[in-house]
Nanobody, 122 residues
Framework: QVQLVESGGGSVQAGGSLKLSCLVSGYIFGRCATGWYRQRPGEERELVSSLASDGTPKYGDSVKGRFTISRDNAKNTLYLQMNSLKTEDTAVYYC????????????????WGQGTQVTVSS
């Protein structure tokens, strides 16, 4: 059973930094994409950053140059380093992993963590 547990959220002033962690159990990194999403009140969930199966990172336009995604395979943990935070970064942040299907031999479906709140004040 794949489980994702995020941590590291909190409150910070604009310009500050936070590092989110996502411990993923029952999962093997490197077969499918993993990533971080966020959802602001009243808005749809959006991609913040993702790592392709080969480790290639991708970033949303609003976070490029400020956020860095990484993973530690030995610790089964996905990270999101967030620097130069802005008030508009305030949201609930979710980690997600795409699931490998042994039947179809490709990535299908997605599992989500419970989310962690990030609040950036001016």
């Amino acid at each position: 059973q794949v489980q994702l547990v995020e941590s590291g959220g909190g409150s910070v002033q604009a310009g500050g930094s936070l590092k989110l962690s996502c411990l993923v159990s029952g999962y093997i990194f490197g077969r499918c994409a993993t990533g971080w999403y966020r959802q602001r009140p009243g808005e749809e969930r959006e991609l913040v950053s993702s790592l392709a199966s080969d480790g290639t990172p991708k970033y949303g336009d609003s976070v490029k140059g400020r956020f860095t995604i990484s993973r530690d395979n030995a610790k089964n943990t996905l990270y999101l380093q967030m620097n130069s935070l802005k008030t508009e970064d305030t949201a609930v942040y979710y980690c997600a992993v795409d699931m490998w299907s042994r039947l179809t031999k490709n990535c299908v479906g997605r599992r989500w963590g419970q989310g962690t709140q990030v609040t950036v004040s001016s």
